[in-house]
Nanobody, 116 residues
Framework: QVQLTESGGGLVQAGGSLRLSCAAS????????MAWFRQVPGKEREFVAR????????GYHDSVKGRFTISGDKDENTAYLQMNALKPEDTAVYYC?????????WGRGTQVTVSS
């Protein structure tokens, strides 16, 4: 089992920045990649960004390219999401996700609210 704990959410004005953190614990040795998703009420959870530990490759949803940066420390089993130039439409609950040996794990989420 892998446990994921997010932190760093909050309220920020449009144009501001936030940094989310996701700490993984438990059976972390075989984690292949970590990702961030987000969800607003009434909509499906959507992919935001992913980092693959092997090679440190990253990927982003088009709506956040150039504004968000995912990074991580494999030795610390922690992933980060630096969010700059935030927009009101970025308001959502942000969830951390980890893939390990065919299993997928989710954190409980952290609320990000961007005021206009």
């Amino acid at each position: 089992q892998v446990q994921l704990t997010e932190s760093g959410g909050g309220l920020v004005q449009a144009g501001g920045s936030l940094r989310l953190s996701c700490a993984a614990s438990g059976r972390t040795f075989n984690i292949r990649d970590m990702a961030w998703f987000r969800q607003v009420p009434g909509k499906e959870r959507e992919f935001v960004a992913r980092i693959v530990w092997s090679g440190a490759s990253t990927g982003y949803h088009d709506s956040v390219k150039g504004r968000f940066t995912i990074s991580g420390d494999k030795d610390e089993n922690t992933a980060y999401l630096q969010m700059n130039a935030l927009k009101p439409e970025d308001t959502a609950v942000y969830y951390c996700n980890a893939a390990e040996l065919g299993n997928t794990y989710w954190g409980r989420g952290t609320q990000v609210t961007v005021s206009s």
